[in-house]
């Protein structure tokens, strides 16, 4: 069974960086494509990035705009998302989640699936 737990959020100026952590475990998981997401107070929840196992291809939600990194280390099991010039609209409950069992981001990845794996989630608060 995967399970995943998110830590790293917390309040930070618009402007600022944040560095989003998400450890993992369970059987195979290192094989997933492997996501982050994000759920802003009164909106659906929506896709931040998408990495394919083996780092063969990455996406980003065209809000992301260059801003945000999402890095993995195979050896800890830890998926990262690095955000800079994080701005209010950032806002959000940041979730990681496995995307995809055979290791691909496949079309509409950005939509969440009842097939993915989710953990609990992390706030992210951009404010002045």
């Known amino acids: 069974q995967v399970q995943l737990v998110e830590s790293g959020g917390g309040l930070v100026q618009p402007g600022g960086s944040l560095r989003l952590s998400c450890a993992a475990s369970?059987?195979?998981?290192?094989?997933?494509?492997m996501g982050w997401f994000r759920q802003a107070p009164g909106r659906e929840r929506e896709g931040v990035a998408c990495?394919?196992?083996?780092?063969?291809?990455?996406h980003y939600a065209g809000f992301v705009k260059g801003r945000f990194t999402i890095a993995r280390d195979y050896s800890t099991k830890i998926l990262y998302l690095q955000m800079n010039n994080l701005q209010p609209e950032d806002t959000a409950v940041y979730f990681c989640?496995?995307?995809?069992?055979?290791?691909?981001?496949?079309?509409?990845?950005?939509?969440?699936?009842?097939?993915?794996?989710w953990g609990p989630g992390t706030q992210v608060t951009v404010s002045s």
């Open positions: 989640a496995t995307v995809g069992s055979d290791g691909r981001c496949h079309e509409n990845w950005d939509f969440p699936s009842s097939k993915n794996n």
């Open positions: 369970g059987s195979g998981v290192e094989h997933y494509a």
């Open positions: 990495q394919w196992f083996n780092n063969l291809n990455t």
